[in-house]
């Protein structure tokens, strides 16, 4: 099963920024567009954002390094990486736990994308310029996503785009892509930032974005704070192993990583500052997160500001482009491991992925109204995307970045993992203290979210 994996020549980045842009691009995505900003605007504003930034430079910063460090050094996909660090050893469930979270992740991430690209063409057209309340803009999402045949049109329109993206390979495809759209999506959000700031009353939502409100910070906020810093800097299955074993074995991990991180962060504030001071300026509507904050609630407000109709379809380009930059990342890991332990082409193993998740992802497409029984299942009480997203954005990323650390900690070996992840690095000091807070730190903050996770899960059920 295992004898050419790795040994056939491999692609690499084609510079340090390409490997930059291309992880930045799988982090920065729906997670920082559509929640990051909520969580910051309910759990005390600034404060928010400091306990966010340390949790991300000691939790987030060191798992990737972690991560990126295993690819670099073994030069494998999540599943080939754990069987060649540890021979024979049951660790490699690990990495296959990680590609299926990557099809299962997909699956659904690309039918909201859809919806994205549907709403490009709604707001283009102008399909929001007589609704200015939530109400309508409601009404009009339900029927939209309760149409089986456009979002499943959509969803496939969706996968197709990233499958014809990474067919391309490491350098002429993902490289290539995130060098124009990581540009392209700071340039949009900037835009938008621009325009939302310099709304009459933007102040209002500046207050309730960032005003420092320590009074609100409990234990529940760090947890909130850890559970979106690992699915925002895309860490726990295997994306950062995939793309740091197309790394040139001289580059400096700790450095990339910290780009990574501080991209993906700024992204995650710049969203604030686009949508925030805009909502508040012109409504009296309460901000919300997910679905409801980009199809309902913005769309409402568009088109009572100067040339609205213009940047609402520059939002809904901006959420497109960020989740095709994720979606390329979670392909990329399942047909990493098709191509080095299977033996498939890079061609082949995109459509199979592409197609497997396609069909993975038409109950979550129908679970949105199209059809009753998916959209609340049984028992769960929820839809299907949502127990998608519950069991492989929740729960699989967190068991995945618990076991990470846990090898690299403890069964990799101190020698091997400081030689993976550190050697090359311009930093080598920074060595003792990644181990550190490899060792102990992470896993047991990881260890509580997951805890409290399945409270939660038990709890609900
Ligand atoms: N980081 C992406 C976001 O914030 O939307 C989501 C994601 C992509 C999570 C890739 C995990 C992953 F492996």
Not at 177 to 203: D, H, K, N, Q, Y
Not at 307 to 336: D, H, M, Q
Not at 364 to 379: D, I, K, Q, R
């Amino acid at each position: 099963m295992e004898p050419h994996s790795g040994e056939r020549k491999r692609e690499t980045w084609g510079s340090r920024v390409g490997f930059v842009m291309a992880a930045a691009g799988s982090a920065i995505g729906l997670g920082n567009i559509w929640r990051f900003p909520y969580l910051v605007g309910k759990n005390g504003g600034a404060a928010f954002v400091i306990i966010y930034l340390a949790i991300v430079i000691l939790i987030g910063l060191p798992v990737m390094i972690a991560e990126v460090g295993l690819g670099r050094f073994t030069r494998r996909n999540p599943v080939g990486a754990f069987t060649k660090a540890a021979p024979n050893s049951g660790w490699r469930i690990v990495g296959v736990l990680g590609v299926i979270t990557g099809c299962g992740i997909l699956s659904y991430y690309s039918v909201v994308a859809g919806w994205a690209i549907g709403y490009t063409l709604k707001a283009a057209t102008g399909a929001f310029a007589t609704l200015t309340d939530p109400g309508q803009t409601g009404k009009l999402f339900g029927q939209f996503v309760g149409d089986a045949w456009t979002v499943l049109a959509l969803h496939a329109v969706f996968m197709a785009l990233t499958v014809t993206v990474v067919i391309g390979g490491v350098r002429r495809g993902i490289e290539r892509w995130t060098l124009i759209l990581m540009p392209a999506l700071f340039l949009m959000l900037l835009l938008l930032v621009f325009r939302s700031l310099t709304l009459e009353g933007a102040e209002k939502g500046i207050a309730f974005y960032l005003q420092p409100d320590f009074s609100k910070v409990t234990a529940t906020t760090f947890l909130a704070a850890l559970g979106q810093a690992f699915f925002s800097l895309s860490i726990g299955m295997g994306v950062m192993i995939t793309y740091g074993s197309y790394l040139p074995a001289r580059e400096d991990v700790v450095i990339s990583t910290a780009y990574v991180c501080l991209f993906d962060t700024l992204a995650a504030l710049l969203a604030g500052l686009a949508i925030f001071p805009a909502l508040f300026a012109v409504a009296e509507v309460e901000p919300t997160q997910g679905a409801g904050l980009a199809f309902v609630v913005l769309p409402a407000i568009f088109h009572r500001i100067p040339f609205g109709g213009l940047f609402g379809t520059v939002f809904f380009v901006l959420l497109t482009v960020a989740a095709l930059t994720s979606a390329i990342s979670l392909l990329e890991v399942c047909v990493a491991y098709l191509t080095d332990e299977k033996g498939w082409t890079r061609k082949g193993a995109c459509w199979l992925v592409g197609v497997v998740s396609f069909l993975l992802g038409i109950p979550a497409a129908l679970s949105n109204g199209a059809s009753t029984f998916l959209s609340n299942l049984p028992v769960l009480q929820m839809g299907f995307l949502d127990l998608m997203d519950t069991i492989f954005g929740n729960l699989a990323l967190t068991l995945g970045a618990l076991f990470l650390c846990l090898f690299v900690g403890w069964r990799w070996g101190p020698k091997e993992a400081l030689a993976g992840a550190i050697e090359g690095s311009a930093y080598p000091g920074l060595g003792q203290p990644w181990l550190f807070l490899i060792r102990y730190l992470c896993p047991v903050a990881i260890g509580t979210i997951l805890l409290q996770i399945l409270m939660n899960l038990f709890g609900q059920g």
